[in-house]
């Protein structure tokens, strides 16, 4: 009876064992995801910092933080120039579609390749993959003769 007993503690022990792990790999898979929606969200808040901080920083960065997040979100801006017009790419119905689907993509490869890092690294990696995935978005389309137009006041 005592066997059967401590028999039936260690199966209970493993099964416990076998859920806190398979919880702390969910867990760790949406911190990663969160630290990354966290850091493409604050591409929004980049031109604020722009128009408050023009005084103080130098011209080159609050153009890049004025623009960034039209090159983070490039869909809506990109034209073909033609000879007397430029004309836009994407119907501006699908642009919206087509920038939350590539964040989302990049949000859960991001998750799923660096679940295992510490939060300390997450931030720094995620503002990276960022803005080089809106750089390589933006060669991408350069190379086939299609350019960003920027709005500016």
């Known amino acids: 009876m005592d066997m059967a007993l401590r028999q039936n503690r260690n199966v209970r022990s493993k099964n416990m064992t076998n859920k806190e792990t398979t919880t702390k790999r969910e867990g760790s898979w949406l911190r990663a995801f969160g630290v990354f929606a966290i850091c493409v969200a604050a591409t929004f808040v980049l031109p604020v910092i722009a128009i408050y901080g023009d005084s103080v920083l130098p011209e080159k960065v609050t153009d890049f933080l004025f623009f960034f997040p039209q090159f983070a979100f490039p869909y809506g801006g990109f034209v073909i120039n033609e000879t007397y017009r430029t004309r ?10 087509m920038s939350i689907a590539q964040w989302i993509l990049v949000a859960a490869l991001f998750a799923w390749s660096l679940r295992r890092a510490k939060v300390r690294y997450l931030f720094p990696l995620a503002v990276g993959t960022i803005f080089l995935v809106a750089m390589v978005v933006k060669f991408c389309f350069s190379i ?5 137009e920027l709005d500016a006041p």
């Not at 836009?88 to 579609?97: I, M, Q």
């Not at 086939?144 to 960003?148: F, K, M, V």
């Open 144 to 148: 086939a003769g299609i350019q960003i």
């Open 88 to 97: 836009f790419l994407f119907l501006p119905a699908l642009t919206s579609f």
